[in-house]
């Protein structure tokens, strides 16, 4: 299950005692302090705390007081001006913590984020739960012929049945032998001392979940949303992004329309690409030849303009 009981009264206890309070609040990240969404078979992600709002932005680029000085329309002017100029200082004003249950294998790509603030799960003090990433049979890929990090078409038939049940049988055979090592009963029944838990932990798959606390601001934030929630991000960490960026959308709207517009929807384009656009623009037949283009440049660009 994603959460575990214990983290379900704590979720219920804390939902059932607000405070006021004189800080900046966002409605709409108010709405999911410390609601869990579902991620994966076992995942999911929840915000603990969040620090600003869309007005915070602005009030650091003014460096003004109160809640602003400026109408809800000139508000969203510079907040569409910061990020359409690459301006980031504002923006790291916002802050949130999320807690996040994750495989193993996602928190290593998540991890090479590494303006954050991160503490994560001991499996040398604690044992870790039973719990793996067993992909759906749809999400079984071949490796892509073009991209070396990528998937191509799904399996199918009996590999795909062989792939899935090889996934949980070592699973499984690995999280039996780690329990065994750990414990203090020996297979045959005798006594033994038991495997010290930072050790037995090398054992088990990357596949298994762990759980973090994951403190970032808003600039890095949007740095790793438009990696993470890109259509060629690895499915396992996309899903998540994606769920982040719904609790963004509600927390700072505003920002989020503007990093939506200029980086999730917009395109950077080289010098040499720019040159092409325009001779295009003037009517000559621009090739890849004639590009000044590699062959995966050309790709990428014809992707921008169609």
């Not at 996040?100 to 090479?112: D, E, G, N």
């Not at 790793?224 to 890109?230: N, Q, T």
């Amino acid at each position: 299950m994603p959460l575990s009981p214990d983290q379900q009264a704590e979720i219920d206890s804390l939902r059932a005692q607000p405070r006021q309070t004189l800080r900046a609040v966002s409605e709409g990240m108010e709405a999911h302090l410390y609601k869990a969404v579902p991620v994966l078979d076992h995942g999911f992600v929840r915000v603990i705390d969040y620090m600003g709002d869309d007005a915070a932005i602005c009030q650091a680029a003014r460096v003004s007081y109160g809640r602003g000085t400026k109408s809800v329309q000139n508000d969203e002017g510079l907040i569409r001006y910061l990020m359409r100029h690459w301006h980031s200082t504002p923006f790291e004003m916002c802050e949130v913590k999320l807690h996040v249950k994750l495989p193993v294998f996602v928190a290593r790509q998540w991890i090479r984020h590494r303006t954050a603030n991160v503490n994560e799960y001991s499996a040398r003090y604690s044992i870790l739960d039973r719990e793996f990433y067993i992909p759906q049979p749809d999400a079984l890929a071949a490796q892509s012929v073009i991209n070396n990090q990528g998937r191509g078409e799904a399996l199918s038939g009996e590999e795909a049945a062989r792939v899935l049940e090889w996934l949980k049988a070592d699973a499984g055979r690995a999280y039996d032998h780690y329990e065994a090592m750990i414990g203090d009963t020996a297979p045959d029944g005798s006594a033994q001392a038991g495997l010290a838990r930072e050790l037995a932990r090398m054992n088990l798959p990357a596949n298994i979940y762990t759980q973090w606390y994951w403190k970032v601001d808003l600039h890095n934030l949007f740095h790793f949303l438009r990696l993470r929630a890109d259509a060629h991000a690895q499915y396992e960490i996309r899903v998540y992004a994606d769920a982040i960026c719904e609790m963004v959308k509600d927390w700072v709207p505003a920002a989020y329309a503007a990093f939506e517009d200029y980086r999730m929807g917009g395109v950077t384009l080289s010098a040499t690409g720019v040159a092409c656009l325009r001779r295009m623009l003037a009517g000559e037949a621009v090739t890849q030849e004639t590009s000044g283009m590699s062959k995966g440049e050309w790709r990428e660009f014809e992707g921008v303009w169609g």
